[in-house]
């Protein structure tokens, strides 16, 4: 097999539309098939013995016309508001605006769409699951969507994830969307008529003795369906199976690094896909099946008609010979990156600025001082200050910074427009980035207040070290689990008042398995940690709950 892609591309296009025409074609015959079957029992009834006139063949235009605007109706039906109706059933949401990694996947997926020069437009959406996958979508209407799991987030770098997304853009492209949309149509019909038929067939034997000419009828048009579904899913899986390969193709022709997505498809190989939280019927959407299968991982006749997705080692094999490299070069890829500590990580948002200043003091410059050091030093609103960032004197008062500090030192009530307050130390909580993942924290206690969903993407993410601290504690806490302290810690205890609607929040651990004691607002969906809380919890997911590879 050629190992270029273009010729990759080339070869499996030919094939693909070969066996999409094949398919269309067969659709019609077997309308046609259905109608002399539905006409022979006509004919048998009225007392026609002879079968002379039961194959004209002027009728097949008006056969195949009628079968044509049935299949349009149901497309039509069937394919609107298809990509709502799919992220729905994921529970896909657009990226978050102050997540970290989801605006850098939103960055890719707008890039992947440039590199296309594709009309269609490409909209992001993050499915809120620990898996690893990707999928694609397209209504052939100009829409389409491109979305990525949480765990697929926190596990590629920028490299392979922009592999990824070249991959389901091509399938965008390519025209792959619309093929699946509508042999699903097409075949969709005979699946419906199926299911009715079957049900007037048990009802016809029911109310007859004998098999009866209607049930004969009933019974060798079910026959026909059923055949005929059975073809049909062998092509349609044999299908997709081209289409992965193609796509790969594609992705490598737009991002130019076979080697990353090798990477990417090796890393989502080896870990959970989603199984459980991806619907099996919309597997065939996503860049790997979500439920492992030993049949996509083989090669031969029987493979290629009964899964969907080409075999994984086949896969990276050809990717890694695109790129001259060989199996060794994905060794870097399963190395985990390098983690930072979690104070140093931590971004505030609004946080002060850290500038310096000199202050006049004693007929002299002193200094620089941070702003804590010089309020620590007395430096008051009348002091003449001097900014070594910005190079000019002025009185303490007209630096902004040190303005407000004065305030809140004078016991004014000087707030951050908008901005909720810790429910212990009653100061304002501000926005910050943990784990890229933006969350508000408390300046002086040190406790975040959450949202739930975005607690699913601080734990699934590894770019923060735990400290020894939070990871004594975490030890701790799994050992008191099995204890008599566990029953008592899990009765729910109403104290802190929530910050964003001033409802109780209810005290007691994150879960069974997390021993962690947060409070809980059920109204806001959003969780309170005390310092190190989260941590915590992150911790305990890590060594526990990360599927093992």
């Known amino acids: ?159 392979q994830l922009e592999a990824v997304v070249a991959h389901e853009a091509a399938h965008v492209v390519s025209g792959d969307s619309q093929t699946t949309t509508i042999i699903c149509s097409l075949f969709g019909i005979y699946a419906a008529l199926f299911q009715g038929l079957t049900r007037a067939l048990e009802g016809s034997t029911r109310r007859q003795r004998g098999p009866g000419k209607a049930a004969l009828y009933l019974l060798i048009i079910l026959v026909i369906l059923s055949v005929t579904q059975f073809i049909g899913n062998l092509l349609h899986m044999f299908l997709s199976r081209q289409k992965e390969s193609r796509a790969a193709a594609v992705a490598v022709k737009l991002s130019r690094n076979p080697l990353a997505l090798a990477e990417a498809l090796y890393k989502i190989s080896r870990g959970w896909r989603g199984v459980g939280q991806i619907p099996n019927s919309l597997g065939p ?114 630096d902004k910074i040190l303005h407000e500090a004065f305030a809140k030192e004078s016991g004014e009530a000087f707030r951050i427009p908008g901005a909720l307050s810790c429910p212990e130390c009653r100061v304002p909580l501000s926005e910050a980035l943990y784990e890229q993942a933006p969350i508000l924290k408390c300046g002086h206690c040190g406790g975040a207040f959450v949202d739930k969903d975005v607690i699913l993407r601080i734990m699934v993410r590894r770019d923060y070290a735990f400290s020894g601290e939070v990871a004594s504690d975490s030890e701790a806490a799994l050992k008191e689990r099995s204890k008599d302290v566990f029953t008592r810690a899990l009765k729910m205890v109403y104290a802190l008042a929530c910050p964003s609607c001033n409802n109780k929040m209810s005290r007691g651990f994150y879960s069974y398995g997390y021993p962690v004691t947060v409070d809980t607002c059920d109204a806001c969906r959003k969780v309170w940690f005390q310092k190190n809380e989260l941590e915590m919890v992150q911790y305990i997911y890590e060594k526990f709950a990360t599927p093992k590879t």
């Open 285 to 398: 959407l996503f860049i790997m099946s979500p439920e492992y299968s030993t049949l996509d991982e083989s090669e031969g006749l029987v493979s290629d008609l009964f899964s969907t997705h080409p075999p994984t080692q086949k896969r990276v094999n050809l990717l890694l010979a695109m790129a001259h490299a060989d199996a060794s070069a994905l060794k870097d890829a399963l190395k985990p990156k390098e983690r930072i500590d979690a104070e140093k990580g931590l971004i505030n948002l609004k946080e002060v600025p850290k500038k310096s200043w000199l202050m006049y003091d004693n007929n002299a410059w002193q200094g620089p001082f941070d702003l804590e050091t010089l309020l620590q030093k007395g430096v008051g609103p009348q002091s003449w200050i001097s900014n070594i960032d910005e190079n000019f004197i002025q009185r303490a008062s007209e």
């Open 1 to 159: 097999m050629p190992y270029s892609f273009i010729d990759i591309e080339h070869r499996k296009s030919r094939l693909i539309k070969a066996v999409f025409l094949f398919l269309i074609v067969f659709y019609f015959a077997v309308a046609y098939l259905l109608w002399v079957v539905t006409k022979f029992f006509i004919f048998f009834n009225g007392g026609v013995s002879s079968l002379t006139g039961l194959l004209p063949f002027g009728e097949i235009p008006l056969v195949i016309g009628a079968a044509a605007v049935i299949a349009s109706i149901h497309w039509t039906v069937s394919s609107r508001h298809m990509i709502e109706t799919i992220i729905g059933v994921l529970e896909a949401q657009p990226p978050d605006e102050k997540d970290a990694y989801h605006q850098t996947f939103k960055n890719v997926v707008s890039e992947a769409c440039v590199a296309t020069g594709s009309r269609t437009t490409f909209s992001p959406y993050v499915i809120p699951s620990s898996g690893m996958n990707a999928f694609a979508a397209s209504d052939g209407k100009g829409s389409a969507v491109i979305g990525v799991t949480e765990g697929l987030l926190a596990t590629l770098n920028r490299q």
